[in-house]
C-alpha cells in the first residue's frame, strides 16, 4: 500500500464539500464580526480622554461605539471641568460664572411663563425633556 498524505477515506469528498458561490452568508457574517469588532476598539478609544472624539466622528454607524462615545465624551468634559477647579483662581470665577446663567435663565423663564410662552432654555430644557418625573 502507498502511503497517501490525503485523508483515509477519499471517496466521502463529494460535490457537497465544495463551497458555494454564493457568498451572501459569507458577507453578512464577515461584515457583523468587522462591526462588532469595529465596536469593541470604539468602546476601548471613548473611554480614553480626547480619544472619546474619534468613534463619535468616525463610527456614527455604530450603535455600540455611539453609545460607548457619548459615555466617554461626558466622562471627559467631567474631567475637564474637575481640572478647571485644581486652578484655585479659576474655580471661584467658574463658579461665579455659573451662577450669573442661572440667575440669567432664572429671569428669562420667568419672563417668557409671564407672557405664557413655552420656550425650552438651551441645555437646560433637553435635560429637563429626557426627565421621568
Known sequence: MVDSF???DDSRIGQSEIPS????TEER???ADFDRDRGVIAAVLSYIPLLCLVPLLQMRDNEQARFHSKQGLILFLIELLALLFLIPGLSSLVWKMVIILALGASVAGIIFGLQGKRYKLPLIGDIAEKMRI
Open 6 to 8: 490525503f485523508k483515509e
Open 21 to 24: 458561490l454564493d457568498d451572501s
Open 29 to 31: 457574517t464577515g461584515k
